[in-house]
Nanobody
Framework: QVQFVESGGGLVQPGGSLRLSCAVS????????MGWYRQAPGKQRELVAT???????SYTDSVKGRFTISGDNAKYTVYLQMNSLKPEDTATYYC?????????WGQGTQVTVSS
């Protein structure tokens, strides 16, 4: 059993910033990958960014240079700093945790970028 606590979503104007946080707990240990995905209405869920337990990061092209993913391995926590937000970033953002046992999802947090 894996539990998620996500926070940090909200409404922001274009060009603004938000920071998402996700803490994972439960029956987890060892190497893992944590990340953020997003899903806009009528669209498929897409990868935003991931970070491995070794600290390697990856980003989808549309957020490179604007978003930064970071993590605290000891606390199984991942953050997503989102700067220069655009209306097209509007979506529900889902925290993801993958390890040897499975692939798990948080409940999602809404990010709305609008003036």
């Amino acid at each position: 059993q894996v539990q998620f606590v996500e926070s940090g979503g909200g409404l922001v104007q274009p060009g603004g910033s938000l920071r998402l946080s996700c803490a994972v707990s439960g029956s987890i240990r060892g190497t893992h990958i944590m990340g953020w995905y997003r899903q806009a209405p009528g669209k498929q869920r897409e990868l935003v960014a991931t970070i491995t337990s070794g600290g390697d990061t990856s980003y989808t092209d549309s957020v490179k240079g604007r978003f930064t993913i970071s993590g605290d391995n000891a606390k199984y926590t991942v953050y997503l700093q989102m700067n220069s937000l655009k209306p097209e970033d509007t979506a529900t953002y889902y925290c993801n945790f993958r390890d040897w046992a499975g692939n798990y999802w948080g409940q999602g947090t809404q990010v709305t970028v609008s003036s």
